[in-house]
């Protein structure tokens, strides 16, 4: 069975700091990867998706994640995150014939000013 | 145009009550998906529907059921509810059921189980 692991629950940043949060996942077939972000009181909608080709993608409002197959991880990263930035994030991963995803349990960003 | 809109927003019931969620999908998607999200399991799949057909189940007991009418709308149904399905019950759309779909998800129905 998949799984998908987010080992930090927590991280506050200042603003313009870096971010990196990891992600890993355990199906060793085929995957697509996705980061999924809740902004507070909204829906969940994606930032970006990993399928094929360039192990780094680039999504929305200047995240990027880079795919590392040896290593089973996809890791979300943002040079200089911004106060609108602070959400929860959610890696998600499905075995590439289905669209049921598999999440990890989220990290919630708080970024401060 | 219109998002994915899960009716109602707020429900609460009494143990062994049953409740039925309601999910409109985007028009022309094709495939919808039910979420359950709680602070200690996160999101978990519950199922997918495709052209009225359940394509995909999670492990959820057999109190959960769904289904998909010709419209594409897709209700989901809890029977002899436990205070344990107390929780967040996301709905998502896509316009097909292929691993590369992009996801739509609505605002979710907040079930308290009293």
């Known amino acids: 069975a998949q799984s998908v692991s987010q080992h930090n629950h927590h991280v506050i940043l200042s603003e313009a700091a870096s971010l990196e949060l990891g992600c890993n996942y355990s199906y060793g077939g085929t995957v697509n990867l996705f980061w999924y972000v809740q902004y507070p009181g909204q829906h969940l909608q994606l930032l970006l998706k990993?399928?094929?080709?360039?192990?780094l993608v680039k999504g929305i409002k200047g995240f990027e994640a880079e795919f590392i197959k040896s290593k089973f991880s996809f890791n979300l990263r943002k040079p200089s995150v911004q106060w609108s930035d602070t959400a929860e994030y959610f890696c998600?991963?499905?075995?590439?014939?289905?669209?049921?995803?598999?999440f990890g349990t989220g990290t919630r960003l708080q970024v401060t000013l | 145009k219109a998002g994915v809109t899960q009716t109602p927003r707020y429900l609460i019931k009494t143990r062994g009550q049953q409740v039925t969620l309601s999910c409109s999908p985007i028009?022309?998607?094709?495939?919808v998906s039910w979420y359950q999200q709680t602070p200690g399991q996160g999101l978990q799949f519950l199922f997918e529907y495709f052209s009225e057909t359940q394509r995909n189940k999670g492990n959820f007991p057999g109190r959960f059921s769904g289904r998909q009418f010709s419209n594409s709308r897709s209700e989901m149904n809890v029977s002899t509810l436990e205070l344990g399905d107390s929780a967040l019950y996301l709905c998502?759309?896509?316009?097909?059921?292929?691993?590369?779909?992009?996801?739509?998800f609505g605002s979710g129905t907040q079930l308290s189980v009293l």
């Open positions: 998502a759309s896509s316009l097909g059921t292929g691993g590369y779909e992009k996801l739509f």
């Open positions: 028009s022309g998607h094709r495939s």
């Open positions: 990993y399928f094929s080709g360039d192990p």
């Open positions: 998600a991963s499905n075995t590439g014939t289905a669209s049921k995803l598999t």
